[in-house]
Every structure is written in C-alpha cells, then in structure tokens.
C-alpha cells in the first residue's frame, strides 16, 4: 500500500518568501506528526494532529511557523517569512491509532533551502 | 521533560565485526523505545521496537533490549555488512498523551568492506 507522502521533495526560496509544505499520511491514519531535521538541532518535533486538531503545537519555533489539517487526512505545514535558520529536511509522519505501541511510519521529507 | 542520549559517531567498523551503539533515556512513565535507521538518500525506517520493560525487539540481524533498571536501549548486531552503512536513531514515545517521538541525536555507522 501507498506510504507517506510529501511535497515538494526539494523547496529553494529567497529569505522572506513563504512556503507550504505538504503531506498526504497513510489511508486511515488518524495521527500525523511534523518533525525537523537539520544539522545543528537533530530531529526535533514540531506539531501532533490527532485527526484536524492539534494539541499539540509546543514544537512550533515561532509564530512564523503554522499548520493544518483538513479532512482528517493531507497536512499543510507553512513557514511564512522564511529565515535561513529554518533550512532543513521537514519530515512528516502518521500513526494508526493513539498509543505508544503504534510505530510512526515516515514520509521522504521536503529539504527546504532558504537563501 | 524526557530526553534519548545516544552515543556520538562516527562509528567505523570492518564487516563482520560486533556492533553496539548506545541508547540510554530520561522519561516519566513507560514509554516505548526505538530504533530507527536512516540510509544514504532515504527516509526513515522503522528497525525495532520495544513497548514494555525486558521486552527484545530484533530484526535484520539486529537487536535491542529494553532495561528499565539502566533506562537503556542499545542496539547490537554480531555482524556487520557494508549494506548496514547507515545513520541510526534512537527514539522514545512520549506515554503522557501525544506519543511524539524524541529522538536522539543519531549515530553514523560506516562499515569498510
């Protein structure tokens, strides 16, 4: 069956600009999570949905940062006003039901470069 | 709050050589451990899981105990193939209520034929 899904694969965009990084979890997944990964920070969690909610924002470094989820399914990470410090791999990743024992099963990632 | 202290890299190792990398953990409650590999341009992959105390998670060859009495994970494998050349990450899931991953800093193994 189809995994996790994200896109752009790879996003270069000039400092300042905004950009939406998607994801499409697993059919049925009711969890999604966004991580960061980049050099200096490891991978560190961003955001948890549990269906179109999300209670769980601490990760999010700063109110530039943003996300969404809409019919329970494709997520919408947006960075707006873009920093240099924000280049790094943006990981998404679902999960079949709340519960430690459900392993989270990772997308490709979208490497984002800003310049 | 909870936190995964894994050992630095780089690791090199001949094939056929022995292989631990150490995974030790800080968290409330009784959360699962991972392992979770990273090869060269590709994502992550789940290796192996344990959800409770003494359980054993083991696949390809590789294996990881968890010891509640030590709060560790390591993981092992007798041997070691070039193919195994990868970054690895332990991980713990958060049990107070979202199951978010906290995730070591990685370890890079390199394996020379």
């Known amino acids: 069956g189809a995994g996790v899904s994200q896109s752009p694969s790879n996003k270069v965009t000039e400092k300042g600009k905004d950009v939406e990084l998607r994801c499409d979890p697993i059919?049925?997944?009711?969890?999604l999570y966004w991580y960061r990964q980049s050099l200096g920070q490891g991978l560190e969690f961003l955001i948890y949905?549990?269906?179109?909610?999300?209670?769980?924002k601490s990760g999010l470094p700063s109110d530039r940062f943003s996300a969404e989820r809409t019919g329970g399914s494709v997520s919408t990470l947006t960075i707006q006003r873009t920093q240099q410090e924000d280049s790094a791999v943006y990981l998404c990743a679902s999960s079949g039901a709340r519960g430690s024992y459900n392993e989270q099963f990772f997308g490709p990632g979208t490497r984002l470069t800003v310049l | 709050g909870d936190s995964v202290t894994q050992m630095e890299g780089p690791v090199t190792l001949s094939e056929e050589a022995f292989l631990t990398i150490n995974c030790t953990y800080t968290?409330?409650?009784?959360?699962?451990l991972f392992w979770y590999v990273q090869y060269p341009g590709e994502g992550l992959q789940l290796l192996l899981k344990?959800?409770?105390?003494?359980d054993k998670g083991s696949n390809k060859g590789f294996e990881a105990t968890y010891r509640k009495e030590t709060t560790s994970f390591h993981l092992e494998k007798g041997s070691v193939q070039v193919s195994d050349s990868a970054v690895y990450f332990c991980a713990l899931s958060d049990s107070q209520g979202t199951y978010k991953y906290i995730f070591g800093t990685g370890t890079r193994l390199k394996v020379l034929a």
């Open positions: 344990a959800t409770k105390a003494d």
């Open positions: 059919s049925g997944h009711t969890a």
């Open positions: 968290a409330t409650g009784y959360p699962s």
């Open positions: 949905f549990q269906g179109n909610s999300a209670p769980d």
